[in-house]
């Protein structure tokens, strides 16, 4: 029983501390935070991670619709070009 009052008890304090400072979060300039940290702290590391991974991914999509474009074939919805150009049959796959 008493595990459990406790438990309430932090549950409120949590609550309360979100209501109290939830509407501020929305106001933090995370670019400046980010750019105050030093070089070797872990959170920029990250962001400099998925910074690389989205530009790659961006440079990878290019490269795959230049490619689709001067062969001719027919990209799908997402802009990507077939990886051999075949059907499913070609791949061993069977026909629907």
């Known amino acids: 029983m008493r595990r459990w009052l406790i438990f309430a008890a932090v549950l409120c304090g ?56 001067d062969d001719g074939v027919p990209a799908d919805a997402q802009g990507r070009a077939p990886a051999d150009g075949g059907s499913d049959e070609a791949r061993g796959g069977s026909p629907t």
């Open 14 to 69: 949590i609550g309360f501390l979100m209501k109290r400072f939830a509407p501020q979060a929305g106001k933090i300039d995370w670019e400046k935070k980010l750019a105050a940290m030093p070089d070797n702290a872990p959170p920029k590391w990250m962001f400099g991670n998925i910074t690389a991974i989205r530009d790659n991914t961006d440079r990878i999509l290019d490269l795959l619709q230049q490619r689709s474009a």
